[in-house]
């Protein structure tokens, strides 16, 4: 399996260091702007913003985990299908399962890693300007977003591996519920009821990746 | 009593569709180790299905194919262990350099051999560094060749290896291909555009047709018995002979000439001319020397 960690390193480590200055502009932004609030209004009125009203002022990385993780998807598969390069790795003598899981893996630790330097960096910037309550809220809050990073990976996995456009649609339809879902709270510790089921929804979508890939690999027959 | 060879790959009774089209039905074949089997046909007929199928990639509608035994679509990974396949268009994993593509591939095949791919890929010169993204068809090639004959494999499929190549490239490719079959029981299942090369390599050819029909037949049997008669043909002369069941296709030829392919002799060739009422040369019916191409067009017709 090292053999295959080693290949996809090779050929998502452009992509993967692309989202990661990315990622850490976008975060660089966040700390920037927040400077500039705490510079040009008083304190007590951003905490009255933020607790009362409850305004989000890292509302801006909303969708970067979503983007994230659809491109990391799209980088290590669309590339694959398009040219066939798939069958190369079908072909290798080992299990499907278990290249399955290998390709996973490296896709998901790859994100994890991403968004979790998102996750503490915007950590770091809240507890630097508010209470530590409000980093943990806020963390709470950006953690829906997050997921929806994954629900992005997988199910754009799901989709660009599937060779039947009904179901492609059909995966289409449910990754989009999902993150929709994970963006349906507007407001600081709004999402914490949903993220179980939102947390439990995501691991499914793991084994569900399974079978578009079985699909692909008997070329289009469950 | 002799053991019976388990054959390399068996087919029986496959029919296959895509859509309404009928790619094959009932088509039957087996490959025995240690012969070098030539897939012939032209565009479109189903030479890639074919290997896709063998290969797993696809289930066929109904019959079977089996590799060392292994249905074709539940390969052992110790039967994919034995399998060489070069898949069409020389597809690699373009982003490694000549370095990363060895060393990827050498975790998997516990026969590796290393000295066989830096053999091949020092006569391109490049750097170990080079990426394979970087490098033209006919290299690109020499790569996916070096790690087909370093993987040592039993079973050899090369889909189409000649295209986009030179003819140096397919000359290269040619005698690499020898020099593994001679190099122990290795067994090659090759299909290419360019059927001349495969003259000089194959022992048994596969003749497949649209609609799916197949002659199975031994290289030199083929040459042996498939003849061309080459016949004057004025240009005012429109009707041609029509196939039956002595004559096998006709072909209007450049230069005022018609050509006869037939698997029966010289003498029932001629019989079934005359009874069709057209009128043998003077000198008499004779068989013209053909290569495998000029066979292969009078055996599949040329459009």
Same mark, same amino acid.
């Given at each position: 399996m090292r053999a295959l960690f080693l290949k996809e390193w090779v050929k998502l480590r452009p992509v993967w260091g692309l989202l990661l200055v990315a990622n850490g502009l976008l975060m660089l932004y966040l700390w920037i702007d927040m400077r500039h609030h705490f510079r040009v209004e008083h304190a007590e009125m951003l905490y009255y913003?933020?607790?009362?009203?409850?305004?989000?002022?890292?509302?801006?990385?909303?969708?970067?985990?979503?983007?994230?993780?659809?491109?990391?998807?799209?980088?290590?598969?669309?590339?694959?299908?398009?040219?066939?390069?798939?069958?190369?790795?079908?072909?290798?003598?080992?299990?499907?399962?278990?290249?399955?899981?290998?390709?996973?893996?490296?896709?998901?630790?790859?994100?994890?890693?991403?968004?979790?330097?998102?996750?503490?960096?915007?950590?770091?910037?809240?507890a630097l300007y508010f209470p530590i309550e409000f980093a943990n809220s806020a963390l709470v809050t950006a953690s829906a977003w997050i997921l929806a990073g994954f629900v992005a990976y997988l199910g754009v996995t799901m989709i660009v591996l599937e060779p039947g456009r009904g179901r492609k649609l059909f995966y289409s339809v449910i990754v989009g519920g999902l993150v929709w879902l994970c963006h349906l709270a507007q407001h600081y510790g709004q999402a914490a009821p949903l993220l179980p089921g939102l947390i439990a929804l995501t691991l499914l979508l793991i084994p569900a990746v399974f079978l578009p890939v079985f699909r692909f690999r008997y070329g289009g027959r469950s | 009593m002799a053991i019976q060879e388990t054959p390399v790959i068996e087919v029986r009774n496959l029919t296959h569709f895509y859509g309404q089209r009928r790619i094959y039905e009932d088509l039957n074949f087996l490959v025995e180790p240690g012969r070098i089997f030539g897939l012939l046909g032209k565009n479109g007929v189903g030479k890639t299905t074919l290997i896709k199928l063998l290969m797993g990639f696809l289930r066929p509608v109904s019959g079977t194919c089996q590799v060392y035994g292994d249905t074709s679509h539940a390969l052992s990974p110790a039967t994919r262990r034995r399998v060489g396949l070069l898949f069409e268009g020389h597809l690699a994993h373009d982003y490694l350099t000549i370095a990363q593509a060895e060393a990827f591939q050498s975790r998997w095949y516990p026969k590796w051999r290393r000295d066989r791919?830096?053999?091949?890929? /020092?006569?391109? $010169? %490049? =750097?170990?560094?080079?990426?394979?993204?970087?490098?033209? +068809?006919?290299?690109?090639? *020499?790569?996916?060749?070096?790690?087909?004959?370093?993987?040592?494999?039993?079973?050899?499929?090369?889909?189409?290896?000649?295209?986009?190549?030179?003819?140096?490239?397919?000359?290269?490719?040619?005698?690499?291909?020898?020099?593994?079959?001679?190099?122990?029981?290795?067994?090659?299942?090759?299909?290419?555009?360019?059927?001349?090369?495969?003259?000089?390599?194959?022992?048994?050819?596969?003749?497949?047709?649209?609609?799916?029909?197949?002659?199975?037949?031994?290289?030199?049997?083929?040459?042996?018995?498939?003849?061309?008669?080459?016949?004057?043909?004025?240009? /005012?002369?429109? $009707? %041609? =002979?029509?196939?039956?069941?002595?004559?096998?296709?006709? +072909?209007?030829?450049?230069? *005022?000439?018609?050509?006869?392919?037939?698997f029966h002799p010289q003498d029932a060739v001629a019989s079934a001319l005359q009874q069709q009422g057209f009128a043998l040369p003077e000198t008499g019916l004779k068989a013209v020397p053909m290569s495998l191409e000029d066979a292969f067009i009078g055996f599949t017709g040329k459009y």
């Open positions: 913003q933020a607790n009362r009203i409850g305004r989000l002022f890292y509302s801006d990385m909303r969708y970067a985990p979503l983007l994230t993780g659809l491109l990391l998807a799209l980088a290590q598969f669309w590339p694959e299908v398009t040219k066939g390069r798939l069958r190369l790795s079908l072909h290798l003598p080992v299990g499907l399962a278990t290249l399955t899981l290998t390709y996973l893996t490296i896709g998901l630790g790859g994100l994890a890693v991403l968004l979790l330097l998102e996750a503490l960096a915007l950590y770091g910037i809240i | 791919y830096y053999d091949l890929v /020092d006569r391109l $010169a %490049l =750097p170990y560094s080079h990426k394979i993204k970087n490098m033209s +068809e006919g290299q690109r090639s *020499q790569v996916v060749l070096g790690l087909l004959m370093a993987q040592d494999p039993d079973l050899l499929i090369l889909d189409d290896y000649t295209m986009g190549l030179d003819a140096g490239y397919r000359r290269l490719f040619l005698d690499y291909l020898t020099d593994f079959v001679r190099d122990g029981q290795k067994t090659v299942f090759v299909t290419s555009h360019v059927v001349q090369d495969l003259e000089q390599l194959v022992d048994d050819v596969i003749f497949l047709q649209r609609g799916g029909t197949v002659l199975q037949t031994g290289l030199s049997a083929f040459m042996k018995d498939f003849c061309q008669y080459r016949l004057p043909c004025p240009p /005012d002369q429109t $009707a %041609l =002979p029509t196939p039956d069941a002595v004559i096998h296709n006709v +072909e209007r030829e450049a230069g *005022q000439y018609f050509s006869v392919y037939s």
